[in-house]
């Protein structure tokens, strides 16, 4: 290992476990509080504002959503109000046992993100509300049409660092023959939406490739920074013979390009790997992994390595 990169890595290791010593005695000063309990209620945590918390929770009715938020006053948890939201828009599509809600407080808003499948379509939807609860937009922002496996769709939601924007991915399964009796392939379909919270509209919207250098692209753990660029870990596998990773690297997509730059990353000495982005507050990321017991960390920037 060149001396300037042991030298980073040991400095990296300092920096994280300055951070979670001072969490451990953080919290050995901070008085415990316990949220009053609501019957038969699984709270999820909104945000928070003005002295308050929020968190909601989800109960399906029929084909509806209704979803339930429980302000508390932040310095005892004494509950102030409670509020209903009927998500009713829903048939003919279904919310079922795959689809989630993917919820925050953010912007003195409420932003709903909510999936529904339909015939095999996946579709992702966003409702956004003030402080009030009123109903500011109702967008869908994405579908992926016609691959047959919509019980396999699946998406997620990041913030920027400065809340003002998300990147939502939205995954299907697609099937292709090569040719008429062969084989059905099956492949990640990867749509990445990029959507302005402060002026709820979509900056952009790009499907992924299902495969590169004739192996399966596979995308995960994504990332967007201030100026709406995304970073994610990207992979290749064998089409056959279930997931066998070929390589491993970091994707990058420029909000103005439409190519995901790919930075590869050396795993040859571990037959497995746990890989993993943590984001810092100027959109930079670090790479954590797991090879043979030892840890590594490796710091992007612009989806390039920072330090060598």
Same mark, same amino acid.
């Given at each position: 290992?060149?001396?300037?990169?042991?030298?980073?890595?040991?400095?990296?290791?300092?920096?994280? +476990?300055?951070?979670?010593?001072?969490?451990?005695?953080?919290? %050995?000063? /901070? @008085?415990?509080?316990?949220i009053p309990k609501?019957?038969?209620?699984?709270?999820?945590?909104?945000?928070?504002?003005?002295?308050?918390?929020?968190?909601?929770?989800?109960?399906?009715?029929?084909?509806?959503?209704?979803?339930?938020? $429980?302000?508390?006053?932040?310095?005892?948890?004494?509950?102030?109000?409670? #509020?209903?939201?009927?998500?009713?828009?829903?048939?003919?599509?279904?919310?079922?046992?795959?689809?989630?809600?993917?919820?925050?407080?953010? =912007?003195?808003?409420?932003?709903?993100?909510?999936?529904?499948?339909?015939?095999?379509?996946?579709?992702? *939807?966003?409702?956004?509300?003030?402080?009030?609860?009123?109903?500011?937009?109702?967008? @869908?922002?994405?579908?992926?049409?016609?691959?047959? *496996?919509?019980?396999?769709?699946?998406?997620?939601?990041?913030?920027?660092?400065?809340?003002? /924007?998300?990147?939502?991915?939205?995954?299907?399964?697609?099937?292709?023959? #090569?040719?008429?009796?062969? =084989?059905?392939?099956?492949?990640?379909?990867?749509?990445?939406?990029?959507?302005?919270?402060?002026?709820?509209?979509?900056?952009?919207?790009?499907?992924?490739?299902? @495969?590169?250098?004739?192996?399966?692209?596979?995308?995960?753990? $994504?990332?967007?920074?201030?100026?709406?660029?995304?970073?994610?870990?990207? +992979?290749?596998a064998d089409r !056959?013979?279930?997931?066998?990773?070929?390589?491993?690297?970091?994707?990058?997509?420029?909000?103005?390009?439409?190519?995901?730059?790919?930075? @590869?990353?050396?795993?040859? %000495?571990?037959?497995?790997?746990?890989? *993993?982005?943590? %984001?810092?507050?100027?959109?930079?990321?670090?790479?954590?992994?797991?090879?043979?017991?030892?840890?590594?960390? %490796?710091?992007?920037?612009?989806?390039? !390595? !920072?330090?060598?």
């Amino acid at each position: 290992m060149p001396a300037k990169t042991h030298i980073m890595h040991k400095l990296l290791y300092i920096i994280l +476990s300055l951070f979670l010593l001072t969490g451990v005695l953080g919290a %050995q000063n /901070t @008085e415990s509080k316990e949220i009053p309990k609501v019957k038969n209620r699984d709270l999820k945590f909104l945000g928070t504002n003005a002295g308050n918390v929020f968190f909601y929770d989800m109960t399906p009715i029929k084909k509806n959503i209704l979803l339930k938020v $429980y302000k508390y006053k932040e310095s005892n948890l004494d509950l102030i109000e409670t #509020k209903e939201v009927l998500i009713d828009n829903v048939a003919p599509k279904v919310f079922n046992y795959r689809c989630e809600i993917n919820a925050s407080f953010k =912007n003195n808003k409420f932003y709903f993100f909510y999936s529904l499948v339909h015939s095999g379509d996946f579709h992702i *939807y966003l409702k956004t509300f003030d402080e009030k609860l009123n109903l500011i937009k109702d967008t @869908e922002l994405g579908i992926i049409v016609e691959t047959g *496996y919509e019980l396999l769709g699946s998406y997620s939601v990041a913030f920027s660092p400065d809340d003002k /924007t998300a990147v939502i991915a939205l995954k299907n399964r697609c099937e292709r023959k #090569k040719a008429v009796g062969a =084989n059905t392939e099956i492949f990640d379909n990867t749509e990445l939406i990029n959507y302005d919270l402060v002026n709820e509209k979509v900056i952009f919207s790009k499907r992924l490739p299902i @495969e590169m250098n004739g192996l399966r692209f596979i995308t995960g753990n $994504y990332k967007t920074d201030n100026a709406g660029n995304v970073t994610c870990i990207a +992979s290749i596998a064998d089409r !056959k013979g279930g997931n066998t990773i070929q390589g491993i690297g970091i994707g990058y997509l420029e909000k103005s390009k439409e190519k995901v730059e790919i930075t @590869e990353v050396d795993v040859s %000495q571990s037959p497995t790997i746990a890989p *993993y982005l943590w %984001q810092l507050k100027n959109g930079d990321v670090i790479f954590y992994a797991i090879l043979n017991d030892n840890t590594i960390f %490796q710091y992007y920037t612009a989806g390039k !390595k !920072k330090f060598e």
